[in-house]
């Protein structure tokens, strides 16, 4: 499991404009990192993604039955993407500017 875990991760950040990567599972701890905060941010950046996650899972399960696989957050400098796989939450940003010039 964590060589398939590092391989997706040196593949994600390998992408253009890939800035960081945190894994996480679900109770808020940090697994991996890649490129990415000091502890402090990291440990803030886990809980509050750990938190989203838990009640966007909430509203889509009120709403449909469908099941919350992705959260992405655009803002004028980054794009957040929230991914959620089996025990685990991956939590990527990308630099705004990159992502554009790929278009």
């Known amino acids: 499991m964590a060589q398939e875990i590092d391989s997706i ?38 809980t509050l993604c750990s938190d989203l996650c838990f009640r966007g899972k909430s509203i ?5 039955n469908g099941k919350l696989e992705m959260i992405r957050i655009v803002t004028d400098l980054h794009e957040y993407m929230i991914v959620f796989e ?7 940003i990308y ?6 010039s790929q278009k």
């Open 9 to 46: 991760m040196s593949r994600i950040s390998r992408h253009q404009g890939v800035e960081g990567i945190l894994l996480f599972n679900l109770d808020g701890i940090c697994i991996k990192s890649y490129n990415i905060f000091d502890e402090q941010k990291v440990k803030l950046c886990s």
């Open 60 to 64: 889509i399960k009120d709403f449909s």
């Open 86 to 92: 089996r025990d685990y939450i991956m939590f990527t």
């Open 95 to 100: 630099k705004q500017n990159d992502i554009l």
